[in-house]
């Protein structure tokens, strides 16, 4: 349909990571994500999901020579507002006709849709990570608007209620901001 996705492979000494997206753009406008400055146009159904990985995975083996290890939801959009397809395309990538990806390798990221989060962590075993970025509501309602509906408190009781895994974590993801998230009364509320 003309829209362009980014897939992106993040390549390390230790793991050949595909970051995929979810939708054409994003509703969330978070102030700090290029994606957030886009109109939402779309969510990516599973097949297209499961072609970004095809694809990064085929670039992993041919110019690295390193099979691919890991997936990440954290490209364009936010998972958790395109739920089903997202589970789906995981379905198909930890299928042993698909990629046989073990869930432990796969990670979705969200701002914190709360209900949905909890949705995920019922309906499928991959690791969580939730975008924080402030450390009080009054700052994440400025940057990341989702904060108005899901604040702290409701993020954090969500965290605690996420279904994990034996040896599993959720991971929180922080883009410091100078001059905003920064401080050390920042660093010591984290």
């Given at each position: 349909d003309g829209n362009l996705v980014e897939g992106v492979l993040i390549p390390t000494a230790t793991?050949?990571?595909?970051?995929?997206?979810?939708?054409v753009g994003c509703s969330l406008t978070c102030k700090f994500c290029a994606t957030g400055r886009m109109d939402r146009i779309r969510n990516l159904d599973?097949?297209?999901?499961?072609?970004?990985?095809?694809?990064?995975?085929?670039?992993?083996?041919?110019?690295?020579?390193?099979?691919?290890?890991?997936?990440?939801?954290?490209?364009?959009?936010?998972?958790?507002?395109n739920l089903e397809n997202v589970l789906d395309s995981i379905d198909i990538l930890t299928h042993p006709h698909g990629f046989n990806i073990s869930h432990r390798k796969i990670t979705v990221s969200t701002s914190?849709?709360?209900p949905q989060m909890l949705e995920l962590g019922r309906r499928s075993k991959v690791n969580l990570a939730v975008s924080l970025n402030a450390t009080t509501d009054e700052l994440r309602n400025e940057i990341m608007p989702v904060n108005r509906r899901y604040n702290l408190k409701a993020l954090l009781d969500g965290c605690k209620q996420y279904e994990l895994g034996p040896g599993?974590?959720?991971?929180?993801?922080?883009?410091?901001?100078?001059?905003?998230?920064?401080?050390?009364?920042?660093?010591?509320?984290?």
């Amino acid at each position: 349909d003309g829209n362009l996705v980014e897939g992106v492979l993040i390549p390390t000494a230790t793991r050949m990571t595909a970051c995929v997206s979810s939708q054409v753009g994003c509703s969330l406008t978070c102030k700090f994500c290029a994606t957030g400055r886009m109109d939402r146009i779309r969510n990516l159904d599973a097949a297209e999901i499961y072609d970004q990985v095809a694809m990064i995975r085929k670039q992993s083996e041919d110019h690295y020579q390193i099979p691919l290890s890991n997936i990440v939801y954290m490209g364009m959009g936010e998972p958790l507002h395109n739920l089903e397809n997202v589970l789906d395309s995981i379905d198909i990538l930890t299928h042993p006709h698909g990629f046989n990806i073990s869930h432990r390798k796969i990670t979705v990221s969200t701002s914190g849709l709360v209900p949905q989060m909890l949705e995920l962590g019922r309906r499928s075993k991959v690791n969580l990570a939730v975008s924080l970025n402030a450390t009080t509501d009054e700052l994440r309602n400025e940057i990341m608007p989702v904060n108005r509906r899901y604040n702290l408190k409701a993020l954090l009781d969500g965290c605690k209620q996420y279904e994990l895994g034996p040896g599993r974590r959720i991971t929180f993801e922080y883009v410091m901001l100078k001059g905003l998230n920064d401080s050390r009364q920042d660093a010591q509320r984290i």
